[in-house]
């Protein structure tokens, strides 16, 4: 049964640092995964789909990355701004069919 | 290409009764999935449509049901509303090819009083 796990559950960081979210898995064997942003009460919105065959993938100052061998991704987000304080969820398709399996989250505060 | 339309954006209902969800899913997409999202338990998969037929159900009661018409927008039915049933439900929309994007609307507010 796959399960994902975001650490830290929340970060707080100033404005300008570079930081790095973590996504791990149990199960290796993933078709892809992928990185959601959602501002508080408000929908998911997509910020990048890693396949299983890539092992990174880029959007702006958003790099993610992905290492099935030890069942991890990581977001990193370069020159973080204020506009990036929002929760930053994983997620990966269970097997073959189109449920998603979320991690808990990540909350990210980017200080002034 | 507008994106998922959830509709409406918020609603409050009185326990006992029922309610209908929308989604529009992006123009080409025939898969829509919904997902309820609480406080406590996360983000947790409902059910997913594609071609008008429910292709995955997760672990909810028999309360929750869908439908999915051939235009490919979604409705989804909650009865009998419980407390517990307040949640933000969550629409995704995806053109089901292998390995594709989920796209996700704003969601619906749902709060049972």
């Known amino acids: 049964k796959q399960e994902v796990t975001q650490i830290p559950a929340a970060l707080s960081v100033p404005e300008g640092e570079n930081l790095v979210l973590n996504c791990s898995f149990t199960?290796?064997?993933?078709?892809?995964l992928q990185w959601f942003r959602q501002d508080p009460g408000k929908g998911l919105t997509s910020l990048l789909l890693?396949?299983?065959?890539?092992r990174e993938q880029t959007s702006g100052r958003l790099n993610a990355s992905l290492d099935k061998s030890s069942g991890r991704s990581t977001l990193y987000i370069a020159a973080s701004q204020p506009g990036d304080s929002a929760t930053y969820l994983c997620?990966?398709?269970?097997?073959?069919?189109?449920?998603?399996?979320f991690g808990s989250g990540t909350r990210l505060l980017v200080r002034p | 290409k507008a994106g998922v339309t959830q509709t409406p954006r918020y609603l409050i209902k009185t326990r006992g009764q029922q309610v209908t969800l929308s989604c529009s899913p992006i123009?080409?997409?025939?898969?829509v999935s919904w997902y309820q999202q609480t406080p406590g338990q996360g983000l947790q998969f409902l059910f997913e449509?594609?071609?008008?037929?429910?292709?995955n159900k997760g672990n909810f009661p028999g309360r929750f049901s869908g439908r999915q018409f051939s235009n490919s927008r979604s409705e989804m039915n909650v009865s009998t509303l419980e407390l517990g049933d307040s949640a933000l439900y969550l629409c995704?929309?995806?053109?089901?090819?292998?390995?594709?994007?989920?796209?996700f609307g704003q969601g619906t507010r749902l709060t049972v009083v």
């Open positions: 123009s080409g997409h025939r898969s």
């Open positions: 997620a990966l398709p269970r097997d073959s069919s189109y449920k998603l399996i």
């Open positions: 890693i396949q299983s065959s890539q």
């Open positions: 995704a929309s995806s053109s089901r090819q292998e390995n594709t994007e989920a796209f």
């Open positions: 199960d290796s064997a993933i078709y892809n």
């Open positions: 449509y594609f071609s008008e037929t429910q292709r």
